[in-house]
């Protein structure tokens, strides 16, 4: 079982993760003109906080997970929710392509940190993307590691114009930022940035 998976049942306890996602989402509705016309994918959803602050902006949302746990708990919580435009989906686009449809939007949220290859999630994003949409990816700015206490299979978040240029090399165009939240772990604080690119 993977971390993500023993951690699914308990994660939206954390009042914390609903704080966050709600600044994120937020930034992303400031950076992003989003319309009920558009169909949107949450890649990394964890149990879906995000998405389902953002149903009632979308015509649907795609809540896509590896973890088979937060899946599960995500199934859950549109089944008592009876929200019919969320779709939770287990899927791990790392290892396999996606080609079951495309999207105006894509949002993560505290993800792409932990994706080895980001020049290949990026291609792929963009392949899933109608023209016109919007990849909007919140993460954390470069920091010293202590994030994730010293691991050595995340990245230390990220440079935003480093990661625009990686952006702009992969396609995308329209980029621009802005921090959108302050994470408070351990007397340390770790800003963390929305970024939105448009193709």
């Not at 952006?167 to 940035?193: D, H, Q, W």
């Amino acid at each position: 079982m993977s971390e993500f998976d023993s951690r699914a049942r308990d994660w939206d306890s954390n009042p914390l993760f609903l704080e966050r996602a709600e600044a994120v989402a937020k930034a992303l509705l400031e950076l992003v003109p989003v319309s009920r016309e558009m169909k949107a994918l949450e890649y990394g959803a964890g149990t879906g906080l995000m998405s389902f602050l953002l149903s009632d902006r979308f015509s649907e949302i795609v809540m896509m997970d590896q973890s088979e746990e937060m899946v599960k708990v995500m199934q859950e919580k549109v089944a008592t929710s009876q929200i019919q435009n969320l779709k939770p989906l287990q899927w791990d686009l790392v290892e396999t392509d996606y080609r079951k449809g495309t999207f105006d939007c894509i949002f993560s949220q505290m993800v792409l940190h932990h994706i080895t290859d980001i020049k290949d999630i990026l291609d792929k994003w963009l392949k899933m993307l109608n023209p016109g949409g919007y990849l909007a990816i919140a993460d954390l700015y470069t920091e010293d590691g202590s994030f994730h206490q010293g691991a050595t299979d995340v990245h230390k978040g990220f440079s935003p114009k480093d990661l625009s240029n990686a952006l702009l090399v992969a396609g995308f165009r329209n980029i621009e930022y802005k921090t959108c939240y302050l994470i408070k772990r351990n007397e340390l604080e770790y800003p963390v940035f929305q970024l939105v690119a448009k193709i």
